[in-house]
């Protein structure tokens, strides 16, 4: 089955399947194999510095070392914030009805953007429709699969087409003096020594 994203606004929904933009979708890519002298194609792998242990690709994927050389799996493992408590896991809304939220251009331009969608719209309200073609953005919830980062999407149209532009929001954190520097008005200084032209 499909994967699809499913929205609704003010009762009205919509249904689009969705395949990733990138950049080799968009300009080709090229990649370069690595032969043995038989021919045959290699594979990377790394060696750990004392040589014990060559780690293919996809094998640090599956667990961590602790530093006593304990194996610990991946489904062992729990992500914690920095106050050190777990982190909410956010399920998968890919085919779940999620709701839209109008959104104005400053906040969509504080997304910082990893992933870009080609929509293809499989159920369409005339009104949802209708709003993305006048210029309207829309933002909702989006998780390709159970993770700890629930991201923010952007559906928004255009001459070219539907889009889902999928990002986090960046926080920025202002900086302020500790203390404010007091100024000088020399213009009330009467000890200002100015140049008499008239004594020379």
Known sequence: MAKTINVS?????AVFGFRPIDRSALYGRRRR??????????????????GSLLLQSGMTAQGYFLKDGTWVPQSDLTAISTDGKPLEIHSSTVGIEVELREVNPEEA???????????EAEEFSPKIKELLDSGKIFAF???????????????????SGYFALIGNKVEYETCTLETVASVVDESSDSSSDDLDFEMF
């Open 9 to 13: 606004f003010n009762g009205e929904k």
């Open 33 to 50: 194999v690595a032969f043995d002298t038989e021919g045959n194609e290699c594979s990377r792998a790394s060696l750990l510095s004392d």
């Open 109 to 119: 331009l504080s997304i910082s953007f990893s992933n870009t969608y080609l929509l």
């Open 141 to 159: 919830p989006f998780n390709v699969k159970d993770d700890y980062n629930l991201e923010t999407g952007l559906l928004i149209g255009n001459e």
